[in-house]
């Protein structure tokens, strides 16, 4: 069975610092990864993708991302946050088994502090 | 290019009437789509896949009965909740997955539904 685990339910942060959002998968089966951001609200806004090629990913607003498939993560990353930075981020895991289907880690709250 | 939109954006109905959401694949064909329902401060659950011109796949716990899906043409999904009670309140996200496309499937904005 296939499973997403963002490692962290809450990230706290002070604006301009560097932030990293965890995720790790399970999966036997060939993945494609993706990173949302939710505002409240709102709904889902893709930031990043990888679904072949080079391992690392850049996204919108500075976000990137690297596939490490030995270690299963897809760890979003930031060099320097922002107030507008803070909302609900979903890392997002892809596959056919079966038919298409993606399953959804829990979500990290980032907040950004000034 | 690849947009999903979704109609109502929110709807506010009594307890035990039916809605209709609609989700529209505006400039791609989907021949695949799928329902989300997200409650507050929660996650993405799949409720159900849907494919054009067949009954839909509807996951574990999901009362078919209840939540009905038709996938009519190749740019049209509805949803609809029938006898909506207040915990059927949440937010319903849907996607598509275009025809030409295997690995990436598009989100609609979501519809807000509150059952009083």
């Known amino acids: 069975a296939q499973s997403v685990t963002q490692l962290d339910s809450q990230v706290p942060v002070f604006e301009e610092a560097p932030v990293e959002l965890r995720c790790n998968y399970s999966?036997?089966?060939?993945?494609?990864l993706f990173w949302y951001v939710q505002y409240p609200n709102q709904g889902l806004q893709l930031l990043l993708k990888?679904?072949?090629?080079?391992?690392l990913v850049k996204g919108i607003n500075g976000f990137e991302a690297e596939f490490n498939k030995s270690q299963t993560s897809f760890h979003l990353r930031k060099p320097s946050v922002h107030i507008s930075d803070t909302a609900e981020y979903f890392c997002?895991?892809?596959?056919?088994?079966?038919?298409?289907?993606?399953?959804f880690g829990a979500g990290t709250r980032l907040f950004v502090k000034a | 290019g690849a947009v999903v939109s979704q109609h109502p954006s929110w709807v506010i109905c009594k307890s035990g009437t039916s809605v209709k959401i609609e989700c529209r694949s505006l400039?791609?064909?989907?021949?695949?789509m799928f329902w989300y329902r997200q409650f507050p401060k929660q996650s993405l659950m799949l409720m159900a896949t849907?494919?054009?011109?067949?009954?839909?796949?509807?996951e574990q716990g999901v009362e078919k009965d209840k939540f009905l899906i038709n996938h009519a043409s190749l740019t049209l999904s509805t949803l609809t909740v029938t006898s909506a009670h207040p915990e059927d309140s949440s937010f319903y996200i849907c996607?598509?997955?275009?025809?030409?496309?295997?690995?990436?499937?598009?989100f609609g904005p979501g519809t807000r539904l509150t059952v009083l």
């Open positions: 400039d791609f064909q989907a021949t695949t």
């Open positions: 996607s598509a997955l275009p025809s030409t496309v295997y690995n990436e499937q598009f």
């Open positions: 990888y679904l072949s090629g080079s391992t």
């Open positions: 849907s494919n054009e011109g067949s009954k839909a796949t509807y």
């Open positions: 999966s036997s089966v060939s993945v494609y």
């Open positions: 997002a895991v892809s596959s056919y088994t079966g038919g298409f289907k993606t399953i």
